[in-house]
């Protein structure tokens, strides 16, 4: 794997570890208010990590994979809901390059353009002279409170013809937004429904993300794009399950347990379980960087990114959320008492992890395609 960094890219790292600092010390604020801190929001937007996947011909960093997931990761170390919505905001920041050049520079053209994205189709579309109406709802909408723009898919219904999926880039300013992330974790991420009743849609802000990429497209954009969703909530789990071996490591120093003589960091149970949490994380985000870079070189010839690299990314994506729970989840048992008061870092790393691996790219479905695949049964693998 890949240690060098472009030098062009090396900004975005360094924006991410600052983002991550002013995140972790606003993290409280986020979470109460169920939206990104105003300090965090400003930092994150202006520092260009919301659109780190923009192509460069419209203004945009147009960064590697590895740097765009590894910024989205060290973000989440300070708060998981901040580097969650970077994640989702980067990966919709790539889908500028699926539409027509007219489209790009409309949604993406300002530089404190932020999008969010809902792929699944939960809307409804017609067909009218220059473009589509669009009416539906769809939920999880992350990032939505500071998005300006919203991609959401629907199913196009065309007078006899059968009904095909299609994503619509649509402004905020024309859609409901309903106050419905009332949850157990990732509260900042402000990821509300969004509702369209008969929003139209110029045909330049219409696009297909199941017929692969544009034809001549960059790397990035023939990276596999549905696997890199599932990155991107990956991503954001591990750093969140790193940020769970800080927050244990800081209380650790001073706290000594009911009844013991000794700090929590001199008990031997504690290193046994830091230590095997340690291992779990470094391993799998061994594999999850490791299939990131081996689809990444792929991406750079002319052939289609092949099923097995493919089928790689969501296996490493799935495992890397999952183990990030169970290391989110050992921190947190380790904290005892300490842990279970909303002041604890640990019981919202603890939520925060445990409500990620309800994404359904990283939820334990998920290893059915990849379990299919490996033991050469049928199945549909057109997003994977």
């Known amino acids: 794997m890949t240690d ?19 995140a972790k010390t606003h993290a409280r604020t986020t979470e109460a208010q169920r939206s990104l801190a105003p ?13 780190s996947g923009v192509a460069r011909e419209i203004g945009g960093p147009q960064a590697s994979p590895a740097t765009i997931l590894t910024t989205a990761e060290t973000v989440a170390r300070g708060d998981a809901s901040a580097g969650w919505c970077v994640s989702i905001a980067t990966t919709s920041s790539l889908l500028g390059a699926y539409l027509p050049r007219k ?104 696009m297909s993300v199941v017929d692969g ?25 591990v750093g969140n399950a790193r940020g769970a071996i800080d927050d244990l490591l800081e209380l650790a120093s001073g706290r000594t347990p009911f009844g013991s003589s000794r700090t929590l960091a001199e008990r031997a149970r504690t290193h046994e379980v830091v230590a095997q949490s340690e291992a779990a994380l470094r391993a799998a985000r061994l594999f999850l960087f490791q299939s990131i870079e081996d689809a990444w070189q792929a991406a750079q010839e002319d052939e289609p990114v092949s099923q097995d690299l493919r089928l790689g990314l ?49 939820n334990l479905a998920s290893f059915e395609l990849t ?11 057109g997003q994977l």
């Open 371 to 381: 379990g299919r695949l490996l033991l050469g049964q049928p199945a549909r693998t």
């Open 314 to 362: 969501r296996l490493a994506a799935t495992h890397a959320a999952r183990t990030a729970a169970d290391v989110a989840t050992a921190m947190y048992d380790l904290g005892g008492g300490a842990a279970i008061y909303d002041t604890s870092p640990l019981q919202r790393r603890f939520r925060d992890a445990h409500t990620a691996t309800a994404h359904f790219q990283v």
């Open 4 to 22: 060098a960094v472009p030098l062009t890219e090396e900004p975005l790292r360094q924006a991410a570890v600052e983002s991550s600092e002013l």
């Open 103 to 206: 489209g790009a520079e409309e949604v993406f053209g300002d530089p404190q353009t932020v999008a969010a994205g809902v792929w699944a189709p939960r809307g409804k579309g017609r067909p009218v002279d220059g473009g589509v109406v669009v009416s539906g709802q769809w939920s999880f909408c992350s990032g939505i409170t500071h998005a300006d723009w919203l991609f959401a898919g629907f199913m196009l219904e065309t007078e006899g013809a059968p009904p095909v999926l299609r994503v619509a880039a649509m402004p905020k300013a024309e859609l409901e937004i309903l106050d419905t992330w009332h949850t157990g974790g990732l509260r900042g991420t402000g990821s509300h429904d969004a509702v369209a009743n008969e929003v139209f849609v110029p045909e330049q802000r219409v």
């Open 213 to 237: 990429p544009p034809e001549n497209a960059e790397p990035l954009y023939r990276f596999p794009l549905f696997g890199f969703f599932a990155l991107s909530i990956a991503v954001a789990a």
């Open 39 to 51: 300090e965090v929001l400003t930092k994150l937007r202006d520092s260009g990590l919301f659109r």
